[in-house]
């Protein structure tokens, strides 16, 4: 379990550091444009959840959803989504509550999205308001178990954009 852990997030820092397969004149794939970034942060392998989609849209568009990849329902005691603007320690913490069936999702919303995003959230906090340039985890016990962006940097990955 360890390594599929490494694994995946060795593959999440490829593609969100811009690690693309580039074709060149004779087919051949190559990989460019890596970047390396180590956080200081402490990973789980231990979840039933990931985060599924992240949606900074224009305007107060701002939403996080938590899917159940599991067969079993899920208690949500213990698990929360942080925010990072530019250095290790979250600028917003929403804790997760309920149980969560299985392969269902959980939705954490910015409370001044638009009413579309809002119908949606099965929690909102306002607190939870990211540019594109934030990291955002799913942590459960304090220990990160799904990221998206960088944590400890302010790079702009995901701006006006929805990643699924």
């Known amino acids: 379990m360890k390594n599929k852990s490494l694994l995946l997030s060795i593959l999440s820092l490829m593609v969100l550091s811009g690690c693309h397969g580039n074709t060149s004149n004779s087919e051949s794939s190559n990989i460019s444009s890596t970047s390396t970034y180590l956080t200081a942060v402490e990973y789980s392998d231990e979840t039933d959840l990931l985060i599924s989609e992240y ?23 213990g698990y929360a989504v942080n925010q990072y603007r530019s250095d290790y320690n979250p600028t917003a913490v929403v804790k997760l509550t309920g149980k969560l069936a299985p392969k269902s999702t959980y939705v954490v919303a910015y409370n001044g999205s638009t009413q579309e995003i809002l119908d949606k959230a099965d929690i909102t906090d306002p607190n939870l308001y990211f540019t594109g340039k934030n990291a955002i985890s799913l942590t459960k016990n304090g220990k990160v178990v799904d990221v998206v962006g960088y944590i400890g940097y302010s790079v702009d990955y995901a701006k006006d954009m929805t990643l699924v």
């Open 55 to 77: 949606v900074e849209g224009t305007g107060m568009d701002k939403a996080i959803e938590i899917y159940n990849f599991t067969d079993k329902e899920v208690d949500l005691t």
